[in-house]
């Protein structure tokens, strides 16, 4: 009797033979890699075979942050995995559209999970309403192309393929049709995990999340149906860097939730198409990451590094209650391109472990609460249909103003005594809108005196607003705190950005 090779742990050092006459590797040659946890990668056709007879099983998909329940099966088996692209139209942010091109309607992809040494029968079928032909490359299998020879499909088709499972780990899978770097970024990728025999250890929570690079023509948060710009993707100069395809998808109400006490098991991949992701979770330390998706784990991790293309999983266990930041720590993309999600954890306080006090308005910026970003979305559209109320722009900019703002000149609007210069009942700020909307777009530096005291001070310019942004927080710092009313609108910021002298190379 041959014994099988996907036997674990016990029988793993026992070398895998070929069978006489099926590719019998040359002597020395390893045969079957043995990694960490001493399960080797099936390289043996003793495993089901791909035309093995038997009960075919329907693979269970999910849309992130979801993911299948572990397998408790003890044997491979035929899986059937059925997947459909589909283009859909969907938020890309608040009030900004996008053309997504997707594997089972959403970005990521859906999640699939195998078992080592199943055999699957994918099934890729692109629905009719589709513009485009599409195919599918899956890191998980071993064989030219990944598939994607055998799985060109266009709009209105179906067609099949088999690969064998080898190897355990965490995978991507992506678009491969040409323009190969346009199908990704138009959000084709998502993961495929191939469970070791006996499975990952078991943990209290998982959650499937993936990043992405997105290139419009607009600029980041420009309201509207924004089209895919070629130049940008080439010149790898995202607008947009995400988690799970939209701003919204892991905030608010769909922020990843456990208690405490419990271990979070993160399964993290990168669509790409170019960038690579510094991944970081504020205010956790990973206990565990299996590396690029590997066999081996690293313990006691602060941030790391998912290559495009790549694959990670994080496992950590969440000891004090509060919101946990996921980002990219490359940060400017978490701050100005969107690369920020939530972990909410409840449970009771820990103090210690930590002493308390929610994770800051500051970096939460305008996320910190649901609902803001349509506020904000819906006051831009009235702006734009010229139906934009007082009250509108006072609560958008409200909400801008406690992500942009608030952190120096703080939420009274007091500010803070000889450092930054009050907002509320300004002298200042009251006598000159026009100076006001400068300030707000270039900056501030050097001597001024308000309300009697002396700043000698620096404000940056918050050249990441738009016009309405910039119209609708001044509208709310002239009607706030006593202050005595007046307006701001888009076009009188619009008239001072264009009589702004702007060095080379500045932003907008
Ligand atoms: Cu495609």
Redesign the pocket.
């Known amino acids: 009797m041959r014994i099988p090779c996907f036997l674990p742990l016990a029988l793993a050092l026992v070398a895998c033979q070929p069978p006489a006459g099926e590719g019998a590797a040359p002597p020395g040659a390893p045969v079957a890699a043995v990694n960490v946890n001493g399960l080797p990668a099936i390289r043996s056709t003793e495993a089901a075979s791909l035309t093995a007879a038997g009960e075919a099983i329907q693979a269970v998909l999910a849309q992130a942050p979801f993911v299948p329940p572990p397998i408790t099966r003890t044997e491979p088996a035929k899986l059937v995995v059925n997947l459909e ?1 589909k283009e859909v139209v969907k938020p890309i942010s608040e009030g900004v559209d996008y053309v997504f ?1 997707t594997f089972g309607g959403d970005v990521p992809g859906s999640f699939i999970r195998v078992r080592q040494g199943d055999s699957v029968e994918f099934h890729l079928n692109n629905h009719p309403d589709n513009k ?1 032909p ?2 599918i490359d899956l890191h998980a299998v071993t064989g030219p192309g990944g598939g994607a020879a055998s799985s060109f499909t266009a709009p209105g088709q179906s067609s099949q393929f088999s690969f064998k499972a080898l190897n355990a780990g965490l995978y991507v899978y992506h ?1 491969a ?1 040409a323009p190969v770097g346009m ?1 990704i970024a138009n959000g ?1 990728y998502g993961l495929i995990l191939v469970e070791p025999p006996g499975g990952l250890p078991p943990v209290d929570r998982e959650y499937y999340v993936m990043q992405g690079d997105f290139y419009t023509v607009g600029k980041y948060r420009e309201k509207g149906l924004q089209p895919f710009d070629m130049q940008k993707a080439i010149e790898e100069n995202a607008t947009y860097v995400l988690f799970n395809g939209s701003e919204g998808a892991l905030v608010g109400d769909k922020a990843l939730t456990a208690k405490t006490g419990e271990t979070v098991r993160l399964y993290i991949g990168n669509g790409g198409p170019n960038l690579v992701s510094s991944f970081h979770v504020i205010g956790e330390i990973f206990d565990k990451v299996y590396t690029e998706g590997g066999t081996r784990f690293q313990e006691n991790v602060q941030t790391t590094l998912i290559p495009a293309g790549g694959a990670a999983i994080v496992e950590f266990v969440v000891d004090v209650p509060g919101t946990y930041v996921l980002v990219d720590h490359s940060i400017f993309r978490a701050f100005n391109k969107g690369a920020l999600g939530l972990l909410k954890v409840e449970g009771e306080e820990n103090v210690a472990l930590y002493s308390g006090k929610e994770v800051s308005e500051a970096y939460l910026a305008d996320k910190a609460q649901t609902g803001t970003g349509a506020m904000i979305a819906d006051a831009t559209t009235a702006s734009a249909a010229g139906t934009l109320s007082k009250e509108a722009q006072v609560q958008a900019g409200g909400a801008l103003f406690a992500g942009t703002c608030s952190a120096c000149h703080q939420s009274s609007g007091a500010g803070i005594e000889g450092v930054f210069p009050p907002l509320a009942g300004s002298d200042f700020l009251l006598a000159d809108k026009e100076r006001a909307i400068g300030i707000v777009i270039n900056g501030l530096s050097g001597p001024v005196t308000v309300n009697g005291k002396d700043y000698t001070s620096v404000m940056p310019p918050m050249s990441q607003l738009n016009d309405d942004e910039v119209a609708n927080i001044l509208t709310f710092a002239l009607n706030s705190w006593g202050n005595d009313g007046g307006r701001v609108t888009h076009a009188e910021v619009a008239k001072v950005r264009a009589s702004t002298p702007r060095p080379p190379g500045a932003a907008h």
């Open positions: 692209v091109w485009m599409h195919n678009c049709t199908h084709m």
